[in-house]
């Protein structure tokens, strides 16, 4: 049977344009998203990735409150090098989601590891909360809502991607942090055994130089340990570590050296989205220090932005961060993180 579209939630227009607008989504859902020309075949490894990335992808969204919604093999593209940067005019690198049509492409990568990151963090995107508007026509179909993210509907005369975005940077902040719960969860696999394995040997050995020079526990954690995803041959370098010393104090000191070259050289990969989680982080401190003891840490407070995101619906969130923030907040919020805003992010000035 052929899968539907995700869009089950289309606003204005008449019943006739929705139900033409229904119509546009399924044929580009069903179509190839414009990725046919940049894609390369999916080899049995790819195809073993992809199964179980979307598996992992689809429980964390479900213990997030959201539906689980299918998509075909063939929505997912495995694209050629420099694509994404051809597709976006240089906005974007390595990984794209199509929101209307729902298809993703990512570029082939070395590291299975970082594949798999890749397509995790373009799934969640398309996998949160979508609906549609009717525009000039039925056959005008735009994105209104995808999961915190809300296009300004008021302007139909702007381009169909050139209107305000709220919430966007909110979006991709829970993206991120998403395919961080991703990589926790992927520790676990056989088939990213090796690589993390290497890495995480690694990262500690850095990690104990850092401390015995004078770093904190807790610095180490947030710029190392929790923010380092990915080192290029990360085997090789554990092979050299080992030979190199038996004294684990000489090892770490290697270690940290290879690792500075690398990071020169831009042979290390980092989480995602940095400036946008540090927005969500700093919102996230201020909301559970102000709650009365309502929310504990930033992952209790966190999970009711994830529901939001995947479910669609706004109302609780908005009533939390109201009676907190104090009323109004939710739509100023809204302003502070999208698309347009480029100024420094304040919790001061709200
Ligand atoms: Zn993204």
Redesign the pocket.
């Known amino acids: 049977m052929r899968e539907k579209t995700h869009y089950e939630n289309i606003v204005g227009g008449t019943e006739a344009e929705k139900k033409k607008a229904r119509e546009e989504l399924q044929k580009f859902f069903d179509g190839d998203g414009g990725f046919f020309k940049y894609e390369i075949e999916k080899s049995p490894e790819d195809l073993e990735i992809i199964k179980k990335t979307e598996s992992i992808v689809d429980k964390i969204i479900s213990q997030y409150g959201g539906d689980i919604r299918k998509l075909p093999l063939d929505n997912i593209h495995i694209l050629k090098e420099g694509s994404v940067d051809q597709m976006t005019d240089g906005e ?1 690198a390595v ?1 794209l ?1 199509k929101p209307l049509c729902l298809h993703i492409g990512i570029e082939k990568q070395k590291s299975k590891l970082v594949f798999a990151s890749f397509v995790a ?2 799934l ?2 398309l996998k949160s909360y979508k609906s549609a508007r009717v525009g000039n026509s039925g056959e005008d179909v735009r994105l209104y809502r995808s999961g915190f993210s809300m296009v300004d509907k008021k302007d139909t005369s702007k381009e169909c991607g050139a209107e305000i975005e709220y919430f966007s940077k909110l ?2 902040a829970i ?2 942090e998403c395919v961080k719960k991703f990589l926790e969860e992927i520790e676990k696999e056989d088939l990213f055994m090796d690589e993390i394995n290497a890495i995480n040997k690694i990262k500690n050995w850095v990690a104990g130089f850092c401390i015995k020079n004078g770093k904190t526990p807790d610095q180490v954690k947030e710029l190392i340990i929790e923010e380092v995803k990915y080192i290029d041959d990360p085997q090789s370098i554990v092979n050299s570590v080992i030979s190199f010393s038996r004294k684990e104090s000489e090892r770490q000191a290697y270690a940290a050296g290879i690792f500075s070259a690398y990071l020169e050289e831009n042979g290390v990969e980092f989480l ?2 940095r400036n946008e989680r540090i927005m969500l982080y700093k919102l996230l401190d201020y909301l559970v220090k102000n709650s009365n003891g309502r929310f504990k840490d930033r992952d209790e407070i966190f999970d009711e932005f994830a529901r939001a995101n995947f479910s669609g619906n706004y109302l609780k969130i908005a009533r939390i961060i109201e009676s907190i923030l104090g009323s109004g907040s939710f739509r100023k919020l809204a302003e502070d993180f999208s698309n347009v805003n480029q100024e420094e992010y304040s919790l001061d000035a709200k």
Do not use: D, Q, T, Y
Request: charged share 40%; glycine share 8%; hydrophobic share 25%.
């Open positions: 974007l990984g989601h963090h373009e969640f995107h979006e991709e993206v991120s995602e989205r």
